[in-house]
């Protein structure tokens, strides 16, 4: 027997899904996708961040609800194909290193390959997040960019590539992912954020 992963009902005809129709439909009510055109790259915002996408969202941050990542994927997966977003390579904005050693795993990571699975489009790591930065969450813009500010370096050279993150607040971490992007002279990438 196939449950909702959410509210545990009995599923019967969309057990792919991992969701009952109540739950989609619940899910579907938060469906935004905005574009936000940038001079080099566009960034595509899946979900508002309210109601239960944000609830959803933080369990699956910092609760260790992993599972979570097929449902999104899900999500994140027909944006990229029903969209037409292009790409040849899907990656994500990683963590620090030790950040991912305490939480046990990187959400943008399980977002990006459950999404790369779906879509059968190469995962590939981009960029290495190089300094331990302090939580963002509680920072202004400007304390993020500088916060920020020589965070990430490249790891592969790529192009035509969407690259997932969870959250947009101020787009000061794709900003940052952005310029070391241009700085190595990568070309043609875009972002896709959950919510």
Not at 94 to 108: E, F
């Given at each position: ?90 990656s994500y904005i990683p963590m620090h290193l030790k950040k991912k050693a305490i ?10 390959r459950e999404t790369a699975k779906i879509t059968q489009i190469p995962f590939i ?71």
């Amino acid at each position: 027997m196939y449950k909702c992963i959410l509210c545990k009902d009995e599923l019967f005809n969309n057990y792919r899904e991992m969701l009952c129709d109540n739950c989609r439909r619940d899910i579907a009510s938060y469906l935004r996708l905005e574009t936000i055109d940038k001079k080099y790259y566009k960034v595509y915002v899946l979900f508002f961040y309210e109601g239960e996408i944000k609830k959803l969202v933080r369990s699956f941050k910092f609760h260790d609800n992993t599972y979570l990542a097929k449902v999104f994927a899900i999500y994140l997966a027909r944006a990229i194909l029903e969209e037409g977003i292009n790409c040849s390579h899907i990656s994500y904005i990683p963590m620090h290193l030790k950040k991912k050693a305490i939480r046990g795993y990187d959400q943008s990571e399980l977002l990006a390959r459950e999404t790369a699975k779906i879509t059968q489009i190469p995962f590939i790591r981009v960029v290495d997040r190089r300094v331990k930065t302090r939580s963002l969450y509680d920072l202004n813009r400007r304390e993020r960019e500088t916060e920020l500010k020589g965070a990430f370096s490249l790891i592969t050279n790529a192009s035509n590539i969407l690259i997932i993150d969870d959250i947009y607040t101020t787009g000061s971490t794709i900003s940052e992912v952005s310029k070391t992007l241009e700085e190595s002279n990568i070309e043609n990438y875009n972002f896709l954020v959950l919510a």
